[in-house]
């Protein structure tokens, strides 16, 4: 069942509910065209994505037609998914949430995608979102559990939405204009590329984490960054970076610092962070898979 224009506007961006009346023609912005935004890019240049992730909503696009101001907020809120370089996990988790409302996603970052063929960070967009997709069919258990990155049974994904996802993907990298989405994008190209967890080239990807702490240097970034230090350092490496982050209250804080110190056999520190983990998380999938990690402790 598709989603109602409501139900889009309430995932979307709560409280402006009127900015989707206008998807009524094709559930887009019918008086936007390719051309109207040519014309509406004003004297500045292009519109950035990237750029719009900074302000606030009511901001966004300021002389810019109502169409295409109405589609830069979209942008917004589906950039600010996955703002701060979320890690796989998470955007699983939040696939499994909004599960009635990510087709509604991907159909209107294509529509970004075909109105803003120019702007790379709008490539970088739905190219994430397509690759987060590709894992829909493994990411959970028959019973609704969370099956995380490494134990997804990766015959499941499609491979044509990697093989879309990565095209957008060489697309960005031929432009040379990194931003956020882009880079996020190119981490998940990098895991889409392994027919197993063990073929992952974790190398790649903390080069491309690098990247984005470069252009965006936030706690949550230098987390994620943290989880690939640990493939190609080791543990206690990625631990003691991961120590000097200020994200006491974060969940994945604590469940990243609990399996780290689960994998150095510091089993009674890594139960008291899974214990952390477990009181912060606000999805029950997310907790049940953590109280599992936590029982399977010496």
Not at 45 to 54: E, Q, R, T, V
Not at 103 to 119: F, G, N
Not at 173 to 188: D, F, K, M, V
């Amino acid at each position: 069942m598709g989603d109602t224009d409501e139900q889009a506007a309430e995932d979307f961006y709560p409280g402006y509910a009127e900015m989707f009346t206008r998807i009524g023609r094709e559930r887009g912005f019918a008086p936007v065209t390719r051309a109207g935004y040519e014309a509406q890019r004003g004297p500045d240049g292009p519109f950035l994505i990237g750029d719009a992730a900074h302000l606030t909503p009511p901001f966004i696009g300021q002389g810019l037609g109502a169409g295409l101001r109405d589609a830069a907020n979209l942008a917004w809120k589906l950039a600010a998914v996955h703002k701060g370089g979320l890690p796989a996990s998470v955007l699983d988790t939040y696939q499994i949430e909004r599960r009635p409302h990510v087709r509604t996603m991907i159909r209107l970052a294509r529509l970004l995608h075909e109105l803003m063929p120019d702007e790379p960070e709008v490539s970088g967009l739905l190219a994430l979102l397509l690759l987060t997709e590709s894992r829909h069919a493994a990411r959970t258990t028959p019973t609704g559990g969370l099956v995380p990155l490494a134990d997804q049974d990766r015959t499941r994904w499609s491979p044509a939405l990697i093989a879309e996802g990565q095209a957008i993907v060489r697309e960005c990298l031929r432009r040379n204009q990194p931003g956020p989405y882009q880079i996020q994008a190119a981490i998940a190209a990098v895991h889409s590329d392994a027919s197993e967890a063990a073929r992952t080239d974790w190398r790649q990807i903390l080069v491309l984490y690098d990247q984005l702490s470069a252009i965006a240097p936030t706690p949550v970034v230098a987390l994620n960054r943290a989880v690939a230090l640990a493939e190609v350092a080791g543990p206690a490496t990625a631990l003691a970076a991961v120590d000097q982050l200020p994200l006491d209250g974060y969940h994945l804080y604590h469940a990243t610092r609990a399996d780290l110190l689960r994998r150095l056999t510091r089993d009674a520190e890594a139960a008291a962070a899974y214990d952390k983990a477990i009181a912060l998380a606000e999805n029950a999938a997310e907790r049940a898979f953590l109280t599992t990690r936590r029982a399977a402790l010496n």
